[in-house]
């Protein structure tokens, strides 16, 4: 029996604090305003995208000892700017990524149920656990969490705010005026949990939202980032755009749901992706390396450059070779702030590559770098991009895409009007919503209601949500 | 009728806003809406109505614990409103809807992060365009210590102070988070790839006995440069607090005199803490100083007294509070309020006993009596709420020569 078409899933991502970001376009519009934020929401919800997802980062990077400059820098918080925007959105879900180091269950969960009240149901939390000391010098208990338990702290933080949040059934609130009964349940938000990380005990204070709780998000790539997601997340907002990587991304992660008794389908896999878009595939082509050469201006090529060899590198022309020399070896102390040197496992080994690359292919540094730090997922004309998403998602590459425009706010404005289109006349993506929440969107079944109990020892990892 | 009311002259009024309304019982009346209170709808209908009688602001209640009639822990009651949502959120998620009404959220100093708090309200005032405001408050509550699990509650009157201390350290980074940006912080120089210059962004390196943070902030400088800060303060401990760290304090006088009596001795504070009020943020602005009263309005006195006997009957007993209690007409108010007014008060922060019920009283009856005496403009008379609170936009702190 042939297999059912997938429906194709799409999201919206504003980028924020990389140079994924054109800002010297004049299209480029601002990253703080909230016109810019407003005109993407509204942009996506048109489009009937799944949800709109914002990133997040706690402190502003630094190579050197210095703020960097090249890139968009400045953004709005992500819970207050989420609460806004589903002030001008209907539908859209409304996805922020929030840090499981420095903020506190208690706060998290009443901000995530509060949201999830305001927008009606369309709360999405991307889990993440930053564990470098430099953030932490913005935070009261800043300091420091080792690497390894990075992902120990996130499960935990993860079910106490769901304990949380569970301590209200969605039963309580009679609000019966007559009998003087607002409460059906004296006690109702009771909840205690106690173990390494967290020692707390009480009466939690917003009830039960339209989703019992925000859908789960999470972005790592590791082995226990894989095992995590397959455990407690609903969503992979996962780093493999292309066929092959994406088929064997998706196969690992969806093999391990059995396991934790989830079907396939309750996990969904969403790569990020960028675009270009032309009327032509050739025209396509071209505009991709104009836009490459925007985003990694000369300045940018040695940043990048800087940040793997751990040093500073300005007397090196960005049109001539790369360096000879090693990178400076031990700890990563040129850049700070920033996820992405987390990647760089063995800097030799990784600059041997580049060196070697770069000879084979007659490259400068700055074309080199513009070859290694990420091509755009999907280039082409409205038929190809749309073709592409189509053959991917029924290859199981993915489940759908959360798009990154290289223009803000306006650069989704022509995949909505051009590329949307051409998916929902081949049937594979909604003409209207069906749903009012997030997960209806995605097509995950309601979030079980977990029985309120005491919980005195620590969840393990393999507990289904 | 007078369009613009000079500033010497105006009265500014705000509404304080909590749940169905202040008095216990309140949820039980036929036009509350109780089964609402946690939605987007029923906070946006009240911050409209409150915008289209051009009053100054709003303010909404929070804590990080379930309402209790016991101030100091939990209460099993099942006859009172329980449950509520995060202020900061309600405040952004109104927002867009609104244009002039100054949004002033609750948030507790003594469990969160100023860095959190610095950056929601900046977003927030980018939001509104420049109607932010940051109403702070301690908490010395057992219950909500033990939700954080990471300090105990204080155990006496000298810890209690420490609070105060604390929560003026945590005002102080805040407003230091806001300045360390500078306006033009963001340049987009193409020629040079620079979006920002790295100069115009500074390190606050603030060194407390509770907290120590680097910055700067994530988020640019806010529209108003320093959204506005307010407290509530009962006794000479808050006092201190308003004086160092607040542009505007409500405060609970019983009287006219009493009134005069708290505005003298918060003065003396401000003088105390900082002569002049030679610090940045404050730039020679004495507080802004409000009086809390809690409203039963109808068209008749007798019918105002009804209400409230019947709501205190449904209560289960006489309520009580911190705030004056005003039984009556919206014109005996406006009596009230002009005669409190050679107190030294900017105005009145009014505590609706029943919503939408003193709400619609204050916004249809009240306001245009005000008016009508030319104590209360009948337009928005400035984009931004400082502007409403007749208070300058003050320089940044961390540039050295500001141009004028």
Redo the contacts between chains.
Sequence with gaps: MPKPVKQVHLAAHFPGVNNTTV??DPRAGSH???SSF?RFARTAERAKFDFLFLAE????REQHG????????????T???L??L???TDRLGLAGTINST???P??VA??F???D????GRAAWNVVTSWDAFTG?????GGFLPQDQRYERARTFLSTTFELIDS?QGNE?A?D?DS??????????RFEHHDSH??????????R?PQGGPVIFQAGDSDEGREFAAAQADAIFSRHSTLDAGREFYADVKGRLARYGRDPDQLKILPAATFVLADTDAEAAELAHQVRLQQV????AIAFLEQLWNRELSAYDPDGPLPEIDPDPGENTTARGRASVRMYRDPIATAREWRAKAEAEHLSIRELIIEVTGRQSFVGSPATIAATIYDYVQADASDGYILVPHITPGGLDEFADKVVPLLQERGVFRTDYTGTTLREHLGLAPRARRARSAQTRPVKVGTAP | MQTAVPEADRLHLGIALDGAGWHPAAWREPTARPAELLTAGYWADLVTQAERARLDFVTFEDALSLQSDDRYQPDLRTDRVRGRLDSVLVAARVAPLTSSIGLIPTVVATHTEPFHTSKAIATLDWVTGGRAGLRIRVSARQDEAAHFGRRSAPAGPGQVSELFAEAADYVEVVRRLWDSWEDDAEIRDVATGRFIDRDKLHYVDFEGGWFSVRGPSITPRPPQGQPVVAALAHASTPYQLLASSADIGFITPRDATSAAAMVAEVRASEAAADPGRATPHLAGQPVRLFADLLVFLDDEAAAAARRRDRLDELAGAEYRSDALIFTGTPAELADLIGDWRSAGLAGFRLRPAALPHDLAQITRALVPELQRRSTFPSQYQSSTLRGLLGLPRPANRYVPDPAP
């Design positions: 800002w010297s703080i305003e909230f407003a980062g706690l402190r502003l210095r703020i960097y400059e090249l890139d968009v820098v400045g953004r709005p918080d819970f207050t700017i609460a806004a589903a002030a001008v420095f903020n506190e208690y706060e009443r901000q149920a509060t949201l009240h305001l927008s009606g010098e913005n935070f009261r208990r209200w609130v609000a005026a003087g009964i607002f409460l059906r349940d004296r006690d109702a938000g967290f020692d707390i005990a009480g009466r939690f204070d917003v009830p939202s201006s000369p300045a940018t």
